[in-house]
């Protein structure tokens, strides 16, 4: 219970929480943070947690990094605030297009900019819409996804989400076709090889567009890795498998990369950590380490081309943010960038992720209870499960990976439930020292509430 006025009842009178398990809310109180330093988080008790989730995927260089402040200090004196219509922009945007045409996969390209991930898939989608009907294929209008993608929130997006909690909004949308997501452990069939999942899946997808007609689809949206949906690498040659049939039928594959993007998997982007090259990126929250909200579309030649001609032929492209391109965003994007490919982060990510695996696999070899390890990089979940050999889950009514990330955070560790699952995503700056000792509490948070369930 919530002593009055203490900032834990505050919150909870006024303020509306997202995405966030009530009961755990009601009975423990929220985390009231106050700042940071490196991975670390303070709350208002004066507790500190080491934030493996990096806050939500994106603060990767940490809490308070120096030179993305002064960044952002810099460009706020200098010029702090426009837009990005009627022709007019800011030169910090015109130089950080530059710069992700220049990281992207694409040989040229051109980039529009959002305030989030999820206005940047509805933006694409709209580009979809827009150039299919202006190139005489206006019934092109459905949108490919997978269950347990995370598209984001909007009502287009959130109905790209393969996510059964969308229901309650009565999306998604009609048009929006889910695909099986490419998990083999969960999904894969009694006999069935990882290779012939991948196959079966690469079938599933052509049969769909046969069955739906695919002068009726507009384009096919991916994470390289699934992030919000449990850390969910694709099954063994999957991207290889589905690009040829997107191909085939003239549909384009969008590469959701806001999570992956910008060093999460080991490499500047998924597509590449993955071997494909999309026809066109989604970037946002590593783009700005989480210091501004922003989102990105980056369209590769051949998408550019098309949208240009149609934009050309209507004298216009009418859409846009007030925000989108913000000076100071642009210019913190240009700074993080900088840092995670110039000092050292990615090449941290690169260097550790092998022993952040070993780490965890060391964990679940000695659990009873920790049925997959799946992941890449710096992005890795556990999945827990009742009977190891079945992969049978623990009952719902149990909260089994809730109660494991309250007990991390009382032991000072934030990390996240998703299903039955753990995820850990810590930021790019997180030392040897540091993993181990997110280990050592995730581990002690296993142990205890695995002894209370089981
Ligand atoms: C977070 C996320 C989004 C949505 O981004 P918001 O900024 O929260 O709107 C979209 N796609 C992926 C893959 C994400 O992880």
Request: hydrophobic share 40%; net charge negative.
């Amino acid at each position: 219970m919530n002593k009055p006025q203490s900032w834990e009842a505050r919150a909870d009178e006024f303020s509306m929480y997202g995405f966030t398990d009530l009961p755990s809310v009601h009975e423990r109180g929220a985390v009231i943070v106050t700042h940071g330093e490196g991975p670390y988080v303070h709350d208002v008790n004066g507790k500190r947690y080491l934030d493996a989730n990096s806050g939500l995927w994106n603060m990767v260089a940490g809490f308070d990094h120096k030179g993305l402040a002064e960044a952002a200090k810099a460009q706020y004196d200098r010029f702090p605030g426009y837009h990005a219509f009627f022709g007019r922009m800011s030169d910090q945007t015109v130089m950080l297009s530059e710069k992700l045409v220049e990281v992207s996969p694409f040989p040229r390209g051109k980039v529009f900019y959002t305030n989030s991930g999820s206005e940047a898939n509805d933006t694409m989608v709209k580009m979809l819409w827009f150039l299919h009907g202006s190139e005489g294929n206006p019934k092109r209008r459905k949108i490919l996804t997978r269950w347990n993608a995370y598209h984001g929130v909007t009502a287009v997006s959130a109905s790209m989400t393969g996510k059964p909690y969308n229901e309650v909004f009565g999306l998604p949308l009609d048009g929006f076709i889910h695909l099986t997501c490419p998990h083999y452990w969960r999904f894969g069939e009694e006999g069935e090889s990882e290779d012939q999942f991948t196959q079966r899946l690469a079938r599933e997808l052509e049969e769909t567009i046969q069955r739906e007609g695919a002068d009726t689809i507009a384009g096919f949206f991916a994470e390289p890795v699934m992030g919000a949906g449990g850390v969910i690498p694709p099954s063994r040659g999957y991207f290889q498998a589905v690009q040829p049939v997107l191909k085939k039928y003239g549909i384009p594959l969008i590469s959701d990369e806001v999570i992956c993007g910008f060093g999460r998997t080991g490499n500047t982007w998924g597509c590449e950590t993955f071997g494909f090259v999309p026809d066109a990126i989604i970037s946002s929250k590593n783009l700005t380490a989480g210091l501004f909200p922003m989102g990105a579309v980056i369209l590769g030649p051949e998408l550019a081309d098309r949208l240009q001609a149609a934009v050309e032929k209507i004298e216009e492209f009418p859409h846009g943010f007030t925000a989108s391109g913000h000076p100071v965003g642009c210019a913190i994007a240009l700074k993080a960038i900088d840092v995670v490919m110039n000092e050292g982060l990615a090449e941290n990510v690169r260097q550790l992720a092998p022993r952040m695996e070993a780490g965890l696999q060391a964990i679940m070899d000695r659990s009873e209870h920790i049925g997959e390890l799946r992941g890449i990089g710096f992005m890795w979940a556990l999945e827990a499960v009742k009977d190891k050999a079945t992969k049978t889950p623990f009952d719902g009514s149990l909260s089994v990976s809730e109660r494991i990330a309250n007990t991390c955070t009382d032991l000072g560790l934030i990390c996240r439930p998703l299903g039955q699952s753990i995820v850990l995503c810590p930021p790019f700056i997180l030392t040897k020292e540091q993993m181990d000792e997110m280990f050592d509490k995730l581990e002690q948070a296993l142990n205890k509430v695995f002894a209370e369930v089981a």
